[in-house]
T-cell receptor, first 111, second 114 residues
Framework: DAKTTQPTSMDCAEGRAANLPCNHS???????VYWYRQIHSQGPQYIIH?????ETNEMASLIITEDRKSSTLILPHATLRDTAVYYC????????????WGLGTSLAVNP | SAVISQKPSRDICQRGTSLTIQCQVD?????MFWYRQQPGQSLTLIAT?????????ESGFVIDKFPISRPNLTFSTLTVSNMSPEDSSIYLC???????????FGPGTRLTVL
């Protein structure tokens, strides 16, 4: 599975959009990009995933570049409850659902 | 989605003892995983729990230390054997639903070994 690179930490003002980048330059054609987050002392929570098209759900939007070498997770109106560690993971589309977790980005949403 | 419970939620154990952690899911799932998260670290996959057969372990993890059972499609256990302080971690189970891509995680078991 391809590796990902994320900034260690980011800050965002409450009510503003939080844009979290991820580089995955070695991603292969059948690998999806997944985003999870982990709020302190809780199990990780799935946010969104995509292959090559941009995706949006009730939690966030995922923008994937045309060459698929990077992506951005967008939280359109960040709240204090969005303070968490955000993980970008790439994973194949086969039966193997193993996820290899990096260190993620620690997002602090400030009042 | 899936609702996952883990027991116990936390425990403090003595060196040399063993602890069995239970993971219960409210629906039948295709895949179940066990992870470890050491203090201040990211998640590390321990093994894939296979229903009715031996678990598939990742590099660095062995069955004698982390025996896993999965007797049916909704339940699994992870035992941490002969514990040492280095085993102090949060242990998490996760599942993938049939036809799904995302993993759903349990709340975790916080283990402290003295």
């Amino acid at each position: 599975d391809a590796k990902t690179t994320q900034p260690t930490s980011m800050d965002c003002a409450e009510g503003r959009a939080a844009n979290l980048p991820c580089n995955h330059s070695t991603i292969s054609g059948n690998e999806y990009v997944y985003w999870y987050r982990q709020i302190h002392s809780q199990g990780p929570q799935y946010i969104i995933h995509g292959l090559k098209n941009n995706e949006t759900n009730e939690m966030a939007s995922l923008i994937i570049t045309e060459d698929r070498k990077s992506s951005t997770l967008i939280l359109p109106h960040a709240t204090l409850r969005d303070t968490a560690v955000y993980y970008c993971i790439v994973n194949g589309a086969g039966n193997n659902r193993k996820l290899i977790w990096g260190l993620g980005t620690s997002l602090a949403v400030n009042p | 989605s899936a609702v996952i419970s883990q027991k116990p939620s936390r425990d403090i154990c003595q060196r040399g003892t063993s602890l069995t952690i239970q993971c219960q899911v409210d629906s039948q799932v295709t895949m179940m995983f066990w992870y470890r998260q050491q203090p201040g670290q990211s998640l590390t996959l321990i093994a894939t729990a296979n229903q009715g057969s031996e678990a598939t372990y990742e590099s660095g993890f062995v069955i004698d230390k982390f025996p896993i059972s999965r007797p049916n499609l909704t339940f699994s256990t992870l035992t941490v054997s002969n514990m040492s302080p280095e085993d102090s971690s949060i242990y998490l189970c996760s599942v993938v639903l049939a036809g799904g891509y995302e993993q759903f995680f349990g709340p975790g078991t916080r283990l402290t070994v003295l």
